[in-house]
């Protein structure tokens, strides 16, 4: 079946572009839309460079800015995809809008790691081999020091404890952090940036990628 894959550089909507490519759909393109700022449905730190993760999957994208999005939507279904998939975990904001778009141009809204347990959703991310950076910050229990911070197995532990002490969602799915892919396998990016730090949050601003 022929997809469309919503992608913003982050961790899960790369494993959820992953997970159904293994799973048979045919993705013709990664769309990377550019939200205002602090959008509800769409990640906004960094997504300037979400191209270059797209191509860790080898797949071609296109931006699109959030008001011309269900057009692009329409054209894709009138070019044939039958599926857009999206990283919705436990938003029910996000998933019913993205239903409700995708059911106007006759699609079907795929989100395959929808309501799975938080933690393993983490633990699928590294057993598949994806590398993520944090690069915002909003919650009780970050600092400027998680700024650019691989999640790995150490830094996971880290996360757990910021969970058990302050009630995050470890995943980040209420907006308590954001990431960005930066490897997959054997492919990596070579991420050059900055912090920036605005006294009880953050974000770690990608200069260039080579």
């Known amino acids: ?58 797949l071609d994208h296109e931006f699109v800015s959030e008001d011309m999005f269900q057009e692009r939507v329409f054209h894709y279904a009138r070019d044939g995809v039958r599926a857009m998939i999206s990283g919705a975990i436990a938003s029910e904001f996000q998933k019913t809008r993205l239903e409700r778009m995708a059911t ?37 229990g970050f600092g400027e020091e998680d700024l650019g911070r691989e999640i790995d197995v150490r830094y996971l532990n880290h996360l757990r404890h910021i969970e058990s002490r302050y009630g995050i969602n470890i995943t980040g799915e209420g907006g308590e952090y954001e990431t960005f892919v930066f490897g997959f396998g054997k492919k990596q990016l070579n991420v050059h940036g900055h912090r920036v730090w605005k006294g009880s949050g953050g974000y770690f601003t990608i200069d260039s990628i080579d």
């Open 1 to 58: 079946m022929k997809a469309i894959a919503l992608m913003s550089g982050g961790k899960d909507s790369f494993l959820s572009a992953y997970l159904a490519m293994q799973q048979g759909f045919d993705i013709v393109k990664a769309v990377i839309v550019r939200p205002q700022e602090y959008s509800y449905m769409f990640h906004f730190p960094n997504v300037d460079m979400a191209g270059y993760v797209a191509g860790l999957l080898d």
């Open 104 to 140: 106007e141009a006759s699609m079907i809204s795929y989100t395959p790691l929808w309501k799975i347990e938080q933690h393993r959703v983490i633990r699928e991310i590294l057993d598949a081999g994806i590398r993520a950076m944090i690069v915002s910050v909003s919650a009780d």
